[in-house]
Antibody
Framework: QVQLQESGPGLVKPSETLSLTCTVSGGSISSYYWSWIRQPPGKGLEWIGYIYYSGSTNYNPSLKSRVTISVDTSKNQFSLKLSSVTAADTAVYYC??????????????????WGQGTTVTVSS | DIQMTQSPSSVSASVGDRVTITCRASQDISSWLAWYQQKPGKAPKLLIYAASSLQSGVPSRFSGSGSGTDFTLTISSLQPEDFATYYCQQGNSFPPTFGGGTKVEIK
């Protein structure tokens, strides 16, 4: 079965760039949307953005100016970069597989596979 | 963005109780709603998708209903492992948005 694992630094300094990678194992990265979601301490969930295996992306407008999501199909990985971080970006960051189809035959079946999450603290 | 409002924000219940959680969207989202369960320190787990479809492996005591703007998650007979926080999430309009969560606590 498909499993996801986040990796990256747990501590990032203010104004620097947060970089995380999600490794997909047990299946191919093809044919799905691959997403990043975050959860500040004690708070709810915020969708950051997704990348389709073909490379097309879509980002939450609230973060769009600072977010870049990329994919490396040869490594079965996708990555998140969030620039100019502040303490407000401190959160548990999750990667997830999102099942949906765009266009005329639209459907949305939610995020069915999640990584365990990685805590990122923004502090000097 | 579409706002998702869950109620109640917390509920105290006993094992065997029937529990109902409501989620209201600020505009019509058709049936593109998912429900997740999250336990402390763990990632969310998909329970229901497309408002009423049970995700594979999820016990049948969980059910979802609704369309348009009003949705419900029901746990027919609460089990000890069901004490957790539940989130709804809409996937009809960009960006996907989550409700604020409902914490199900032991009475």
């Amino acid at each position: 079965q498909v499993q996801l694992q986040e990796s990256g630094p747990g501590l990032v300094k203010p104004s620097e760039t947060l970089s995380l990678t999600c490794t997909v194992s047990g299946g191919s990265i093809s044919s799905y949307y691959w997403s990043w979601i975050r959860q500040p301490p004690g708070k709810g969930l915020e969708w950051i953005g997704y990348i389709y295996y073909s490379g097309s992306t879509n980002y939450n407008p609230s973060l769009k100016s600072r977010v870049t999501i990329s994919v490396d199909t040869s490594k079965n990985q996708f990555s998140l970069k969030l620039s100019s971080v502040t303490a407000a970006d401190t959160a548990v960051y999750y990667c997830a597989r999102e099942t949906a189809a765009a266009g005329r035959d639209y459907y949305y079946y939610g995020m069915d596979v999640w990584g365990q999450g990685t805590t990122v603290t923004v502090s000097s | 963005d579409i706002q998702m409002t869950q109620s109640p924000s917390s509920v105290s219940a006993s094992v065997g109780d029937r529990v109902t959680i409501t989620c209201r969207a600020s505009q019509d989202i058709s049936s593109w709603l998912a429900w997740y369960q999250q336990k402390p320190g763990k990632a969310p787990k998909l329970l229901i998708y497309a408002a009423s479809s049970l995700q594979s492996g999820v016990p049948s005591r969980f059910s979802g209903s609704g369309s348009g703007t009003d949705f419900t998650l029901t746990i027919s007979s609460l089990q000890p492992e069901d004490f957790a926080t539940y989130y709804c999430q809409q996937g009809n309009s960009f960006p996907p948005t989550f409700g604020g969560g409902t914490k199900v606590e032991i009475k």
